[in-house]
């Protein structure tokens, strides 16, 4: 009988142990969330002391180093998401993805930012408003290029499920020929090449842009002028 009652003593006391754990573990998280944000505020530890940014070759680091400084001792705490956001919004999407590195010392911590910005492949024209535009469609603005050094898309809107097939396939194609106009419409899409656009050419619409189309493409390799229309299996030479 004693050590049945022992027994059940010991089980009593393992769950009150455990009751006991569960309860610190709870107590002990709602104090760190409570006063771990204020500890690193006015920790010098935690203070940013040296900023480095890399990879700015479009966007000037007046725009990018007031925002890592406001940012202070946040940059510990917040996600790389919620700060690529938080910069991609003032560069107006300019910026494709972030690197943070972060080395502490007693004298604080010192930030490299590392960026990677878009890279330019065109302007397009949507109904007269001017944007930059990235090999997989992504728009952002143009204060940070000169336009002129550009092919310039027109077009009423932009799909970015087809774009990246456009590019791939007929402007990395004719990267050496001077592409310096696209047209797109939902019937065609019609390139201007060469110094005075002499050469036009009429490719199928934006969603049947493909490998094929871009083996037509190398029959332009020779022409200087004229009309090409390659929407059909054989090319047409209009004049």
């Not at 771990?36 to 940014?53: E, G, L, M, Y």
């Not at 019937?187 to 656009?197: C, Q, W």
């Not at 094929?212 to 209009?238: A, M, Q």
């Amino acid at each position: 009988m004693g050590d049945g009652k022992r027994g059940k003593g010991d089980k009593r006391l393992k769950k009150f142990v455990g009751y006991v754990a569960v309860i610190s573990w709870f107590v002990s998280m709602a104090f760190m969330g409570f006063y771990f944000p204020s500890f690193v505020d006015n920790s010098p530890i935690f203070k940013v002391s040296r900023v480095d940014i890399e990879g700015n070759n479009l966007i000037p680091e007046s725009e990018i180093r007031p925002i890592v400084e406001r940012l202070g001792n946040n940059w510990l705490l917040l996600s790389k998401e919620h700060i690529l956001n938080i910069l991609r919004r003032h560069t107006g999407n300019a910026i494709e993805d972030i690197l943070i590195e972060k080395s502490f010392s007693t004298n604080g911590v010192s930030l490299k930012v590392k960026l990677k910005e878009r890279k330019p492949v065109a302007v397009i024209s949507i109904e007269g408003h001017l944007s930059l535009l990235d090999k997989n469609g992504e728009l952002f603005p143009v204060k940070y290029v000169d336009v002129e050094s550009y092919p310039v898309i027109y077009t009423t809107h932009l799909n970015k499920q087809f774009f990246p097939n456009f590019y791939t396939y007929v402007m990395r194609e004719l990267d050496n020929l001077e592409l310096r106009e696209v047209y797109i419409s939902e019937d065609k899409v019609t390139l201007y090449m060469g110094k005075g656009n002499k050469l036009k050419v009429i490719l199928p619409p934006i969603e049947f842009i493909n490998s094929t189309v871009s083996e037509r493409l190398k029959i332009l390799y020779n022409l200087n002028e004229g009309i090409v229309d390659l929407r059909y299996s054989k090319f047409i030479l209009l004049n």
